[in-house]
């Protein structure tokens, strides 16, 4: 290729995290000195998860880097869904706790629902309460939280100058954590929207017509460089590991884009890692500070 081969720009999401991560611990300070309010934020772990437990570290020391109290709560594998109901209901009940998160997935006798629901919707930082999401899906109401990797992925392109507005934007996954908040969030902010799911049918050309690419499938680089739309914009917040004998771990993370490829054709892009994952806890300090904010406001 010759020596004008194009470029995206790369979208550092590890420093504009930094930088949110930095205002956060200046707003609790401050919250701290005005009004001898420190926010706190909830854990909760079921069982000995490996993944689980190491996201919940990262979560604790987070919260101590931007001064928010955290309150870990490990319960064992075996505990009932009543045991912990009860205890979501003494977190919702502490007036120190103004965010409370339990750690997902639950084991197999737990139902999940049953769980988050009786999350208070005022603490519910994860954006995950249906009266969060409801609020989120009409038009002319705001939820009191977003889902933290979705508004992170929102930020993203806000932070880099990207106009959503008018728009048309692809998201490639359905989930209730990152696919389906993401898209409902880019129709509020006056998107055109396709999602892109499992049973869609020539996944490609829709992703070609966008200027807008939000992946969130956990399928390792399904998004090929050539489905990119010349200048689009493309936020990746794919984990997957694939092997790779040249590590240490036998391992490294991809996205779900080929990022070598599209890179070659977007305007902007995030890396895997460095992109969407540091957002996701960013966003989540972020709700635990607006948690404590509206208590203030009350």
Known sequence: MSSTEHHATLIDGKAIAQTIRSQIADEVRYLSDTYSMVPGLAIVLVGESKDSQSYVRMK????????????????????????????????????????????????????????????????????????????????????????????????????????????????????????MPAALLLLKADATVSIIHSQTSNPGDIIREADIVITAAEQAMMVKGDWIKPG?????????????????????????????????????????????????????????LDGAKRVIQK
Do not use: W
Not at 73 to 101: C, D, F, R, T, Y
């Open 60 to 179: 604790k020391k987070a919260c101590a880097e931007v001064g928010i109290k955290s309150f870990v709560s490990v319960l064992p594998n075996q505990v009932s869904e009543s045991e912990l109901i009860s205890k979501v209901h003494e977190l919702n009940a502490n007036p120190q706790v103004h965010g409370i998160l339990v750690q997902l997935p639950l084991p197999e006798h737990i139902n999940e629902e049953n769980v988050l629901n009786e999350i208070e919707i005022e603490k519910d930082v994860d954006g995950l309460h249906p009266m969060n999401v409801g609020k989120l899906a009409m038009k002319g109401r705001e939820p009191l939280f977003q889902a933290c990797t979705a508004k992170g992925c929102l930020e993203l392109l806000s932070r880099s100058g990207v106009t959503i507005k008018g728009k048309r934007a692809v998201v490639v996954g359905r989930s209730d954590l990152v696919g």
């Open 232 to 288: 689009a914009a493309v936020i990746d917040s794919g984990a997957n590991s694939v092997d790779d004998p040249s590590r240490k771990s036998g391992y490294r993370q991809v996205g779900d884009v080929d990022f070598n490829e599209a890179s070659k054709v977007a305007g902007c892009i995030t890396p895997v890692p460095g992109g969407v994952g540091p957002m996701t806890i960013a966003m989540l300090l972020s709700n635990t």
